[in-house]
């Protein structure tokens, strides 16, 4: 049985998914990121973003956070001198600042994570967006629809659509502004 799928089973709504990102989700989340200086990944599971980043953005600075104990050391062991905190991602978020450009590059499973969790993250994901310029957040999610409800000085954007993906997945933008 996979990494993943166990944690599936012990915690399913903050895990979310049965397998790991396709390498085509993992690439459509980078290419939506753009060229920023600065990523942030919330909710790195078992690393199939988190290796697309590295790959592809050698140059950007990159914080990963992950909640579970187990998968936030198999990222340390899998990708070494990673900065790897494990934490919720509101915790992390809300002390960092950049200069920007930078991306939050996030699997958070919103739809199936406990409302209040939803809420202190979705909030501090605003916060974050208001502080950093030229900032934005890319999501990947596998209903048709926005990822989360944000508020109103906030724009969603579909970037992508990935078949090969179990299940097919949708890659989104938010940014504030039109
Ligand atoms: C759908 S899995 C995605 C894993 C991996 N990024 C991928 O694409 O295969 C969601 C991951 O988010 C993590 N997670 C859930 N809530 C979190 C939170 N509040 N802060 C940080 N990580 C969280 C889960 O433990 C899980 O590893």
Redesign the pocket.
């Known amino acids: 049985m996979t990494t993943?799928l166990l944690?599936l089973l012990r915690?399913p709504g903050?895990?979310?998914?049965f397998?790991?990102?396709s390498r085509y989700?993992?690439s459509a989340m980078v290419r939506a990121a753009g060229e920023v200086s600065h990523v942030v990944?919330?909710?790195?599971?078992?690393?199939?973003?988190?290796k697309a980043l590295r790959g592809r953005l050698p140059k950007a600075s990159l914080v990963v956070?992950?909640?579970?104990p187990r998968?936030a050391q198999r990222l340390r062991t899998d990708f070494g001198g990673l900065d790897v905190r494990q934490?919720?991602?509101?915790e992390v978020l809300d002390d960092l600042v950049f200069p920007g450009p930078a991306a939050l590059v996030s699997?958070?499973?919103f739809r199936s994570?406990p409302q209040e969790?939803r809420e202190v993250?979705v909030a501090s994901i605003e916060r974050f967006l208001r502080r950093v310029p030229d900032s934005k957040l890319v999501q990947?999610t596998y209903l048709p629809r926005v990822p989360f409800e944000a508020s109103a000085e906030f724009r969603w954007q579909r970037t992508d659509w990935v078949w090969r993906n179990a299940p097919p997945a949708g890659v989104w933008i938010l940014q504030r502004g039109s």
């Open positions: 993943l944690h915690t903050l895990t979310g998914a397998a790991p990102s989700l993992a990944e919330l909710g790195a599971g078992t690393g199939p973003v988190t956070v992950e909640i579970q998968l934490s919720s991602a509101h699997s958070l499973p994570l969790l993250t990947f």
